[in-house]
Nanobody
Framework: EVQLVESGGGLVQAGGSLRLSCAASGFIFDDYVIGWFRQAPGKEREGVSAISSTEGSTYYADSVKGRFTISSDNAKTTVYLQMNSLKPEDTAVYYC??????????????????WGQGTQVTVSS
């Protein structure tokens, strides 16, 4: 019933941009924090960004701050991650995930209960 579907990944040159989308269904969107995570080969899954539309708060990892922007379209129950000034080190599978609860934004994978299947982002040098 719960479904998160990512889209928008692809191949881009360093310095380019992509916009990822996470379409959510099957749960009350407003009650959840939506986060973006990424996992590169051989690396741990790491938090990239998160948003709580209800609280109007956002989180960004230091590595993407100033380059990525998270936003939410509540009417479409979709969260976006605008990725600018992409670097090769941004290459990873990007996942969106949902966390139920209010309070500080969850930024670790084990705090999220629902996950999408991921979308590949590859940034060439």
């Amino acid at each position: 019933e719960v479904q998160l579907v990512e889209s928008g990944g692809g191949l881009v040159q360093a310095g380019g941009s992509l916009r990822l989308s996470c379409a959510a269904s099957g749960f009350i969107f407003d009650d959840y924090v939506i986060g973006w995570f990424r996992q590169a080969p051989g690396k741990e899954r790491e938090g990239v960004s998160a948003i709580s539309s209800t609280e109007g708060s956002t989180y960004y990892a230091d590595s993407v701050k100033g380059r990525f922007t998270i936003s939410s379209d509540n009417a479409k129950t979709t969260v976006y991650l605008q990725m600018n000034s992409l670097k090769p080190e941004d290459t990873a599978v990007y996942y969106c995930a949902a966390h139920y609860g209010l309070g500080p934004l969850a930024v670790t994978p084990d705090e999220y209960s629902e996950w999408g299947q991921g979308t590949q982002v590859t940034v060439s040098s």
